[in-house]
């Protein structure tokens, strides 16, 4: 058609032009394009670059370019790449096959231009949004670390209180961050291009470590040798391996903000071969600048070992990355990478034990090598510049996106914190009112509650004393809980024959106790599935002992309820073929008006005290067998063997947890009596006042199954006794767990002390040796509670800290809108001050989103909408949409 674009003039033609390449090709959204285009000779300071950038096209080339692309297809494969993870070859190959789908064209291939154009494109925006095109001499002033987004919520010169360094010390950890530092292996690269002939073009300026001091660093520590002798990750078997043939980097070392996960400027370096410490030392410390804080956390995997020689191994850093001495390190292992070490290494280490670490797991550099690893297939075949800018450019595009959402996964958190503080309170002073009676006569009527708590900060302080979170291990053999179970048969028998004798009032009612008990026991083993003729023969003679017994306890209930078998008799009630059926008709099995007319209100009232003693005395044989049993699953997990052995443990493994049913139902059948003869407790009765409820329904709550399991044994050996204690310590049965059982067994910050432990009576407590586990797990139950408390102020002053940051950013921008010495050119003014508004314009609409979103929550006492619905995943909103009826 004779199309012919005229480059370097808007609006009208030139007299002097010049042809451009016969292959001049346009890259676009929708293809390629050949173009025939003029140059404009007419002016001779415009060079051709700058003919090219004025119609919005990027050349691939500085001299004579004949490829271009234009800028909406450079930033719209940037988004791609960034949000999809989308290579530059797939999406050349689309655009080639958009343009020519047979083939027949014959178009020379572009692919490695289109790879140089986004590279550049992608260091020119890193450039733009840092600031440094509104700068003189951008590029040159610019210092390490400048082109990183650093974390808005993290303590930092710009969002620090001005009496920070006057804050009391239970307040000191809001103003420490906390780093956590991990090896990906995935992120490797091969041997492709060497530095020079691929070079960064800003390596070390953003979150790659600066490359000279830390080649020079590895190679002066390339022979150390220390090696973990604590736990079995895959960083120690790295660190003695020999692979990486034809790989330049083996994978990436990185240091992040525990709290927010964000990617700290300078806080990422290539792992010539390994994860070694010399590596991480270098990442570590180079993350951890500026030093503008007194204290300092260090979380990874592998800190029991890392830390120990790291003072030493400090001094040997350069001076500039050392850091001082006046600086407090603490170092923490992740929460799901701590069951792995030793028990020595565990709570020294734990994060739910560490003051000031508020609810930080440790783990979230490991969900973001999950969105980061998407990049390793492309990363791989590059050279070491290309690689180093296109993971920088990844780490910005994070730490971006995470900025954005600090307004709602704060809002989240300060949600679920503040209600979390409360609960947790609440249930360790519950804890607490419940074993104060109970703990009195074992521990000589001291104040063992504040004991406890000077044990604990005084080992928060020095390691060396007596750790209040572990207790000795006791085992109890095989042989020692037989002697316990018959034992236990013995006394019952005793206390059942001299009940039958008695014939009092209370007798009468005891007896029929203990025939209720019989009944359940046979019951419970008539239901049994495989009996064998021996086994059924001998519950067959059982059956006709206690059909004996029924008639003596009817003959007894004629004295004290005449009348009650002509009731019987004209009642609905079924009557039972086996005598374990039968209902004995006591007075709970009466209608209240109906109490009056068989034995008078006294016989009622004496009934419920028994049945009050009953439930009290089956929460006692709960609490004692399952600390038994789960002490003997432990003994049984590490050191029984072998099939015979096995089967005879598992026996009496088996043996408890009949006990613990039969004691449950016992406590079951008890309260529900209990609840039809006093009928629901009052909440506001006095106590002083006998006649009344007592409240009872507070003291003797309804018992579902979570309910009965032992306070503390999951943190003694927690992989190993959840096993034990959920299908008796069989290896497979931890597969059959329910997620949300597993959670509520596991999950160390929410979990709570049963109730059953809370309400203490009886000879649990009156031996000294059972208040050394209801210790430890009174610590912990402290512990959880502080670490809740210390989360809802951790994310008040996070709140805090990213308004002050975003409005420093605002001001930031704002003042480089004027003043640029040297630059003549209107138009240019004019566009670089209009990109400082615009930046400006972000920050500061980012701080009135998240105040106006936290104000409002704050006002409604819930959450408010943190995000757009369409942004929810389909399963959010289909519970919104269930909520909402």
Not at 558 to 571: K, N, V
Not at 752 to 773: K, Y
């Amino acid at each position: 058609m004779g199309l012919r674009v005229q480059l370097g003039h808007q609006h009208d033609d030139c007299v002097n032009p010049e042809r451009a390449s016969k292959k001049f090709l346009v890259l676009d959204v929708h293809g390629m394009h050949p173009i025939t285009a003029d140059w404009c000779g007419c002016d001779k300071h415009t060079s051709k670059t700058t003919q090219i950038l004025q119609v919005g096209w990027f050349p691939a080339t500085v001299h004579n370019p004949a490829t271009c692309a234009m800028m909406e297809m450079l930033r719209h494969f940037h988004g791609l790449t960034l949000s999809g993870k989308v290579a530059v070859y797939p999406y050349y190959l689309n655009l080639e096959r958009m343009t020519d789908p047979l083939g027949t064209l014959g178009f020379k291939s572009r692919y490695k231009a289109l790879m140089r154009m986004t590279h550049q494109w992608s260091h020119l925006k890193l450039l733009k949004r840092k600031g440094r095109g509104n700068v003189m001499n951008s590029v040159a002033t610019t210092r390490p670390g400048d082109l990183a987004t650093p974390c808005a919520a993290c303590p930092s010169s710009v969002n620090l209180p001005s009496t920070w360094l006057d804050a009391p010390e239970e307040d000191s950890y809001l103003y420490r961050p906390i780093l956590a530092i991990d090896a990906n292996f995935r992120l490797k690269n091969c041997m492709q291009l060497t530095e020079a002939r691929d070079p960064g073009l800003h390596t070390g300026l953003a979150y790659f470590v600066e490359q000279k001091p830390y080649r020079q660093h590895i190679l002066d520590n390339a022979y150390q040798s220390e090696i973990s002798s604590c736990s079995g990750f895959n960083a120690l078997s790295h660190a003695e391996s020999k692979g990486g043939l034809g790989l330049r980097f083996t994978g990436v070392g990185m240091c992040i903000c525990a709290r927010h996960e964000m990617i700290r400027p300078l806080g990422v370096g290539d792992l010539d071969k390994s994860e070694k410490y010399c590596h991480m030392d270098f990442i570590a410390c180079s993350a951890a600048r500026p030093h503008t804080y007194n204290s300092l956390m260090l979380v990874y995997d592998i800190a029991c070992q890392w830390k120990v020689n790291f003072p030493s191994r400090n001094t040997n850093l350069p001076s500039n990355l050392q850091i001082p001495s006046h600086i407090d390190l603490d170092f923490a292992i992740p929460k799901c990478h701590c069951p792995a070490h030793k028990p020595s290494c565990q709570t020294p280490h734990s994060l739910n034990l560490k003051p000031g670490a508020g609810r930080t797991d440790g783990e979230g550099i490991k969900r973001d090598w999950s969105s980061l690893n998407h990049v390793a297939n492309s990363t791989k075949e590059m050279g070491p510049g290309a690689r180093h800018d296109t993971l920088d450019g990844h780490f910005d595009y994070h730490n971006w996106r995470k900025t954005v959402n600090l307004g709602s996964s704060l809002l989240q958190k300060v949600v679920v914190a503040t209600a979390q503080a409360k609960r947790q309170t609440a249930l360790h002073v519950d804890f607490t009112e419940g074993l104060r009676e109970g703990l009195a006569e074992a521990l000589d009527n001291r104040e063992w509650d504040k004991d406890w708590t000077n044990m604990v900060k005084a080992w928060e302080k020095d390691k060396d004393e007596p750790n209040p979170y572990l207790m000795a291990a006791t085992h109890t053999t095989e042989n020692d809980v037989w002697y316990q179970l018959i034992e236990e048969e013995r006394l019952e028998q005793e206390e059942h024959a001299s009940v039958i004798k008695d014939t009092t009032v209370s007798g009468f009612l005891a007896n029929g106790l203990l025939l209720e008990e019989s009944q359940r026991r046979l019951a419970a083993d008539a239901a049994a599935k495989g009996l064998s003729k021996h086994e059924t023969t001998i519950l067959q003679k059982r059956r006709i002992v206690l059909q004996k017994e029924l008639r003596k306890f009817r003959d007894k209930q004629r004295i004290f309820m005449p009348g009650i078998d002509s009731y019987r008799e004209q009642s609905d009630q079924p009557t039972a073929k086996e005598p374990e059926r039968e209902l004995l008709w006591l007075p709970s099995s009466l209608p209240e008006h109906q109490r009056a007319r068989f034995g008078g209100p006294d016989l009622a009232k004496k009934e419920a005290k028994l049945r009050e003693a009953q439930c009290l005395d089956g929460l006692e044989r709960i609490r004692s067998t399952q600390r038994a049993r789960a002490q003997f699953a432990m003994f049984k997990h590490k050191n029984v063997r072998g099939q015979k052995a096995s089967t005879r443990a598992r026996t009496t493994l088996d043996v408890f947890a009949q006990k613990i049913d039969l004691a449950a139902e016992k406590y079951r059948t008890a309260r529900k009596a209990l609840l039809k003869l006093l009928g629901p407790g009052d909440s506001e009765s006095d106590p002083t006042d006998g006649d009344s409820a007592l409240n009872w329904e507070l003291r003797l709550q309804p018992l579902n199954k979570d309910d009965i399991r032992p306070p503390l044994i999951f943190d003694i050996d927690k992989d190993d006794t959840v096993a034990a204690l959920t299908e008796g310590g069989h290896p497979g049965a931890r597969k059959k767990i329910k997620l949300s059982d597993a959670a509520k067994l596991l999950g160390e910050g929410t979990r709570e002390v049963p109730w059953i432990w809370r309400v203490l009576t009886g000879s649990s407590t009156s031996d000294p040796n059972s208040a050394e586990p209801l210790r430890v797990e009174w610590c912990k139950s402290r512990a959880r509670a502080c670490r809740w408390t210390e989360e809802s102020h951790w994310i008040k002053e996070e709140m805090r800290c990213v308004r002050r940051t975003l409005e420093f950013r605002k001001t930031w921008w704002m003042a480089r809108s004027s003043g640029w010495p040297g630059i003549q050119d209107p138009v240019l003014i004019e566009g670089i001050t209009a990109y400082v508004h615009r930046q400006a314009d972000v920050q500061g609409t980012l701080r009135n989103h998240f105040s106006a979103l936290w104000e409002a929550s704050v006002k409604t006492k819930r959450p408010a909408r943190a995000r757009p619905v369409k942004d929810l995943p389909w399963w959010k909103l289909a519970k919104q949409k269930q909520r909402a009826g």
